[in-house]
């Protein structure tokens, strides 16, 4: 199943990381493209602005941000959109996006990803912040799903409903990170299939595994160390229903050298059921 844009498969990516720049720009590795969290390249000069340049020259480029908060009551940032149009121009990035939550109120950043409720009160107010700010991008949106650790008492929704509609009634695009999946159910005891289930998957243009740290009593989206099998396993369900899609793994804590990454990295090609090449 392609997805409605016909946006391309990009294959297998790796987040552009700093402890990595020298080693992508002198060694050029055979990685399938690269995804760049937007707000660290919002600048108007400097060496990461110049290392995405350079790596721009070679490799796709795919924009994920942190600070949208489009589940925010605050007024839409249009200074911060026209940032975003500008740097997608410059790296030619093939999609833009953010997470499913709020990171502050008032003005205040509260550099966290905070969870939305789950009703039909917030489904309408995000939908209609999702089809403003496409309209002024001119482009999609790519929003990825959440790993919570509590639960709005008066949801009335669940997580995965909540997604779907707003899939459809905005019209925009899934970032389905499947190891926030698994946290997200592990946490509040979802069932993984059920929320599967639920996803229009004309609507997946890319999809993040990562590693994550298990407390015990809760799972943390810590994007630390390998993907374990659960995981995995969640991945070659995506992988079935989408007919192979962009996957991108996240390492962002103890990160550890380029090749490690790109080893791990690796192992998705035995989930995916065709092999791609850069494009």
């Keep these: ?27 050029e590795p055979e990685v399938d493209w690269f995804e760049i969290i937007s707000e ?20 796709p480029i795919a924009m994920h941000g942190v600070s949208m908060s489009i589940g925010s009551t605050d007024p839409i940032d249009f200074d911060y959109l026209r940032d975003l149009k500008a740097l997608a121009k410059r790296c030619k990035a093939k999609w833009l996006g953010d ?41 999609p949106l790519v929003l990825e799903n959440p790993s919570t650790y509590v639960e709005f008492g008066f949801s009335n929704l669940s997580e995965q409903e909540w997604i779907a509609r707003l899939l459809e009634e905005a019209d925009c695009a899934l970032l389905l990170d499947v190891n926030n999946v698994f946290v997200t ?13 639920a996803i229009p998957y004309d609507r997946v243009v890319q999809v993040h595994i990562a590693g994550h740290t298990n407390k015990g009593t809760h799972i943390i989206d810590t994007h630390i160390g390998p993907v374990i099998d659960e995981v995995w396993e969640i991945y070659r369900d995506v ?12 390492w962002d804590a103890e990160i550890p050298a380029f090749p490690v990454v790109q080893e791990e990295l690796q192992r998705a090609e035995q989930y995916r059921k065709n092999r791609s090449v850069r494009s």
């Design 239 to 250: 992988m079935r229903r989408t007919d192979d899609c962009s996957t991108l793994l996240e």
């Design 99 to 139: 997470h499913i939550c709020w990171t502050g109120v008032a003005g205040k950043n509260t550099h966290d990803l905070l969870p939305v409720p789950y009703t039909e009160e917030s489904l309408a107010h995000v939908v209609e912040r999702v089809r403003v700010i496409q309209d002024f991008l001119e482009r």
């Design 185 to 197: 159910a592990k946490n509040h005891g979802l069932d993984v299939q059920e929320w599967l289930d």
């Design 40 to 59: 660290s390249y919002l600048i108007s000069g400097g060496w990461p602005l110049h290392v995405l340049d350079r790596v721009s020259e070679r490799y």
């Design 1 to 27: 199943m392609s997805n409605r844009w016909s946006l391309p498969d990009l294959g297998l990516g790796m987040g552009l990381r700093a402890p990595h720049y020298e080693h992508v720009l002198e060694q």
